[in-house]
């Protein structure tokens, strides 16, 4: 068995230790684990298995902070499962795949210092604002002194009028135009930020709350086309929103649980936009523990769904070299070459988890890749532990392919060096 006979020495077999014995005990939802072994194709060992339900939504609320939509994000109680047992305060927490950025906000949350990457730039976008969160009043401020008006000198894409309002239109180009501007000539500041990540999660979705008109939830973009046939079908038209009112009423929401808990310092945060296996940036041997989700195969198309996000922010999604793998033999290159980069970022004590899911209907279980790609790069699997839950509206971030392509638990892999 890799994982428990593996020679580890010092905090990590420590650390190894309390786990095992942690997660074969574990039942603190009222259910207790079923523990097996997984023995992978190809690989040289059978690593233990812990299936349960670890963490809940039920649990606890997570932070306000993290209410902003991504797809195939995670929820904000699995990074901290492994934060909580695995790090101590001031210690160094990476997520090479951030989306949306749960790992590195709850990281930050729990006074660990935040480092992220993602090929995307909607990641930086995404998080940076919401690690140095502005005064709701500095918010409300900027929102009341943009000249909305000035929209109506700028071109506008019609194409978009199957989604918004012509009056929506205008305030959003006006803002569009602001920020490409203000982040050319490098005037650019946290409150800017804060409004740009806001209006980006607004931009479309299925309730009033969005500037569009009904469409498919927040983390999918249709194309112009579906959008037509969509308001076809539902004989709609976009209605008028108020941009600027909406962005203050997200805001608010979003900033709610500062009222109670105030952040710790996150100026140690670090953001790349760079592929994960190419970080030179980042020194060997500074993180103490990686907390990751990578593209799981061909599953989620994040250049189509982030195109109107793109769009916004003056970057065309289709462009980026974002990993789509449809084949496992390339995925598991894809990988191997990750925990590569991964191993050498990593301290000798460190630890990877490592979220994967179940994909075609389950028929095929992700880690039992995961784990010979981890051996080729010279990583050790120590256990893997299974979150089972039922299905809930955060675990839907996969959409309304839910049932077909999409995952109800979450399967991670620990591993450390080998
Ligand atoms: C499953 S999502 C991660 C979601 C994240 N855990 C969250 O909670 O938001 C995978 C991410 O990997 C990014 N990605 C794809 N290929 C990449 C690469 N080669 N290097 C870095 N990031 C990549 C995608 O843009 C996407 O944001």
């Known amino acids: 068995m890799a994982g428990a006979h593996h020679k580890k020495t010092g905090k990590l077999a420590v650390q190894a230790k309390q786990l095992h014995r942690e997660l074969a005990a574990f039942c603190a939802f009222g259910q207790e684990t079923a523990s097996g072994f997984c023995a992978p194709e190809g690989s040289d060992s059978m690593v233990p298995v812990y299936a349960n339900e670890f963490w809940t939504s039920k649990q606890r609320a997570g932070h306000s902070l993290h209410e902003i939509s991504y797809r195939a994000c995670f929820k ?5 499962f492994f934060i909580e047992r695995l790090t101590q305060p001031g210690d160094c927490v990476y997520d090479p795949f951030m989306g949306r950025g749960t790992t590195l906000l709850e990281a930050a949350l729990m006074g660990r210092r935040s480092v992220g990457c993602d090929i ?12 140095n969160p502005p005064d709701l009043e500095d918010v409300r401020d900027r929102l009341a002194n943009f000249d909305w008006a000035a929209g109506a000198a700028l071109p506008v894409d019609k194409d978009l009028l199957a989604f918004f309002h012509p009056e929506t239109l205008r305030e959003l180009t006006f803002l569009r135009d602001y920020f490409i501007r203000r982040e050319a000539d490098g005037r650019i500041d946290a409150v800017d930020r804060w409004i740009r990540m806001v209006a980006v999660n607004r931009l479309t979705g299925h309730s009033k709350g969005f500037f569009s008109v009904y469409t498919l939830p927040p983390n999918q973009s249709v194309s112009v086309e579906s959008q037509r046939r969509i308001n076809e079908k539902r004989a709609q038209e976009p209605e008028r929103r108020n941009v600027g009112e909406l962005i203050f009423r997200k805001s608010k929401a979003l900033l709610k649980s500062l009222l ?12 790349l936009t760079a592929d994960a296996r190419q970080t030179a940036e980042l020194a060997d041997g500074s993180v103490d523990l990686v907390v990751t989700s990578p593209p799981f195969l061909n599953v989620v198309d994040y250049a189509q769904d982030n195109w109107m996000r793109g769009w916004f922010c003056g970057f065309d999604t289709a ?7 449809p084949k496992i033999p390339v995925w598991s290159q894809f990988i191997c070459d990750t925990f590569r980069e991964l191993s050498r970022v990593l301290k000798p004590d460190g630890w990877i988890a ?9 028929t095929v279980k992700l880690e039992e890749h995961v784990i010979p790609a981890a051996q080729a790069a010279g990583l050790c699997a120590e256990l893997v532990l299974i979150n089972e839950q039922g299905f809930t509206k955060t675990a839907n971030c996969w959409g309304i392919d839910n049932n077909r392509k999409g995952t109800n638990s979450n399967r991670v892999v620990l591993l450390h060096h080998g």
């Open 354 to 362: 490592f979220e994967v899911g179940e994909v075609d209907k389950g």
């Open 319 to 325: 462009a980026l070299n974002i990993s789509v793998t």
């Open 76 to 80: 904000p109680q699995l990074p901290h």
């Open 260 to 271: 109670d808990e105030s952040l710790p310092p996150m100026e140690q945060a670090r953001l």
């Open 120 to 131: 995307n730039p909607l990641g930086a976008i995404l998080v940076a604002p919401r690690l």
